[in-house]
């Protein structure tokens, strides 16, 4: 079964304690997306593998040490692209996929309306970028595609996750690892964490 990390990080608290606020406007909305997002990029590349080099500073010869493995962020739009540059600042050449997915209203299964990935996926870690990990469908859905088009390594970033959204991931892919800054215990009616936020993509773009 993939890895679930929860942060339990005072900073990752105080910043979920702001964005959960429903008086944090649009801006501030934003910007705490990215800091807790780079947060968690800091925790999720811990095992990423490295090689080791020799640099030249001004003193002596240090041995140091590299990262050698491709990045991919994969958002999946909308409200997953308030988590790119979260992702970019601590790694800026790493390469950015889309994600689109509505859901059918008949069948309720979601279906791909935009897909574009870097042509280095298969060999790259793949950060798949979801704010809220609610029932999991949605990332499910996102996955099998990364899967199809020869993604082999991807961990799921979020900011919010919910026991359904943990479960469909995990049951579904067991080489998936969940990174959350927070985890909620309940989803409503409509789908919705609780406590939750509210809409992330409504008030990370300012539309209600
Ligand atoms: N998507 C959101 O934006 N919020 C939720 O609570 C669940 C899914």
């Known amino acids: 079964m993939g890895k679930l990390f929860i942060s339990e990080h005072p900073l990752i608290q105080h910043k979920i304690a702001m964005l959960r606020d429903k008086n ?6 934003k910007e705490l997306i990215s800091e807790i997002t780079m947060l968690l990029t800091y925790e999720a590349t811990r095992d990423l593998p490295t090689s080791e080099s020799e640099v030249e500073t001004p003193v002596a010869t240090a041995k140091c040490v ?3 493995k491709d990045i991919v962020a994969v ?4 409200a997953g ?3 790119v540059d979260g992702v970019h600042n601590l790694l800026p050449a790493s390469k950015v996929g889309h994600i689109g997915l509505y859901r059918d209203p008949d069948t309720l299964t979601p279906v791909e309306y935009y897909c574009k990935v870097p042509e280095n996926v298969s060999d790259a870690r793949v950060f798949l970028l979801d704010p809220m990990l609610a029932t999991g469908k949605t990332a499910e859905a996102a996955i099998e595609f990364l899967k199809e088009r020869g993604a082999k390594d991807i961990t799921m970033l979020c900011i919010l996750a919910a026991p359904d959204g943990v479960k469909t991931v995990q049951k579904a892919f067991e080489d998936v690892d969940i990174y959350a800054a927070a985890y909620d215990t309940a989803l409503n009616d409509k789908g919705y964490i609780v406590p939750g936020l509210g809409d992330a993509g409504d008030r990370m773009f300012g539309t209600k």
């Open 81 to 83: 692209l308030g988590m």
């Open 24 to 29: 944090t406007n649009t801006k501030e909305f």
């Open 75 to 78: 958002p999946i739009l909308r």
């Open 66 to 68: 590299n990262i050698t």
